[in-house]
């Protein structure tokens, strides 16, 4: 189990670098973790979207990001109500991936640290569980918010978000 968490969180890391490695942007902070390059290292301090999947579980069986609600709010006719609500859930999604975002940087700047100057079998254990700790919360923080999404549009508003979506 913990090997398959170890490869998992490598591959996911390993994935998401050669993807960013596109070419640079002035807008980027510089990465001070090796692990991360610097659009991944932006994205996460910032809580931009950084895992184009991670919600993947959620859009597949009609669970909305808020975000997409609120961008089609006109289209969708949500009430002033709807709106109000689905901007507190962006907000504070938004607020929970810049907080793991930065718990995310500070665990693999550990890692990088312990590696760096060598380490013991349990710190590599102790630093890679809680990897996988942070980003289940963010995912979990996503999967939230969209299950509070569809909670407050109609099935009506979902199916034609759903459609909005794509097109």
């Given at each position: ?5 170890s490869t ?50 959620a859009l ?108």
């Amino acid at each position: 189990m913990l090997k398959t968490l170890s490869t998992l969180i490598i591959s996911l890391f390993l994935f998401t670098a050669a993807k960013a490695r596109q070419q640079p942007d002035s807008t980027l902070k510089k990465s001070p973790v090796k692990t991360l390059t610097d659009k991944q290292y932006t994205l996460l301090i910032t809580g931009e979207y950084l895992f184009d999947d991670i919600n993947q579980v959620a859009l597949l069986n009609h669970y909305p990001m808020p975000g997409d609600a609120l961008k089609f709010k006109k289209e969708l006719t949500l009430i002033p109500n709807q709106v109000i609500k689905l901007a507190a859930i962006a907000t504070e999604l938004h607020r929970k991936r810049v907080e793991m975002g930065n718990f995310i940087v500070t665990n693999e700047t550990t890692l990088d640290k312990l590696l760096k100057k060598g380490t013991d079998n349990g710190s590599i254990i102790f630093y890679a569980n809680r990897s996988g700790l942070y980003y289940g919360e963010l995912r979990n923080a996503i999967l939230q918010a969209c299950v509070s999404t569809a909670d407050l549009l109609s099935p009506g508003q979902v199916t034609k978000l759903e459609t909005l979506i794509i097109h």
